[in-house]
Every structure is written in C-alpha cells, then in structure tokens.
Nanobody, 122 residues
C-alpha cells in the first residue's frame, strides 16, 4: 500500500517562507515522478511543481517560478517544496502526488497525500 504524508504547512505572513515535506512509504519511491499541486477553496487542483525520479528534471508553474524549489531525497523517501517570498495567492491546500511520467495534469498521478494547509496573510 502506497502512502504519502505531507507536512510543513502553516500560517505565514506575506514574504515569508515555508518548507513542505512529503514522505512516502510502500513500494519503491525512487523510481517515480513526484509532484506538488495545490487547491484553493472553490478552485480546481492546480499544478505547482514536478520532479523526475532522479531529480534531474524539474518544472514549475509560472506563478511560482523563482520563488519555489522542489527537491527530493530518495534515501529518505521524501520530496520537498521550499517556498520563499510567499504571497496571499499561494494560500491553498498543498498535495503531493506520485506518478510515472512528468506531467502538469493531476490526472496523471495515481497516489496522493492528504494535503497540508498553507495560509499566507497579507
């Protein structure tokens, strides 16, 4: 059984930083693409960032480029999202997903964590 558990969310002022973590268990973690998505109330789940199985390839939504950094530690079965210069528009529940291909579509990820709330106050 694959499990993904996000942590690190919280309340932060605009301009602040947070580091999200997503710990995986179950079948091999290192062979899969991992991604972060977010969902604000009343909105669809949107792509934030993705990292390939080796960590060599990364991609970001335009709205977070230059502010967020995705990374992974396969030895610890964990993927991270460092978020700097946070803005109120970043407020959402952040989810990590596991897939087999690099994609910006949430439909391509078949395992998800429960999410962690990020709230950015102005």
């Amino acid at each position: 059984q694959v499990q993904l558990v996000e942590s690190g969310g919280g309340l932060v002022q605009a301009g602040g930083s947070l580091r999200l973590s997503c710990a995986g268990s179950g079948r091999t973690f290192s062979g899969y693409t991992l991604a972060w998505f977010r969902q604000a109330p009343g909105k669809e789940r949107e792509f934030v960032s993705v990292i390939s199985s080796t960590g060599i390839i990364t991609d970001y939504a335009d709205s977070v480029k230059g502010r967020f950094t995705i990374s992974r530690d396969n030895a610890k079965n964990t993927v991270y999202l460092q978020m700097n210069n946070l803005k109120p528009d970043d407020t959402a529940v952040y989810y990590c997903g596991r897939g087999t291909t690099i994609s910006k579509s949430y439909l391509m990820y078949n395992y998800w964590g429960q999410g962690t709330q990020v709230t950015v106050s102005s």
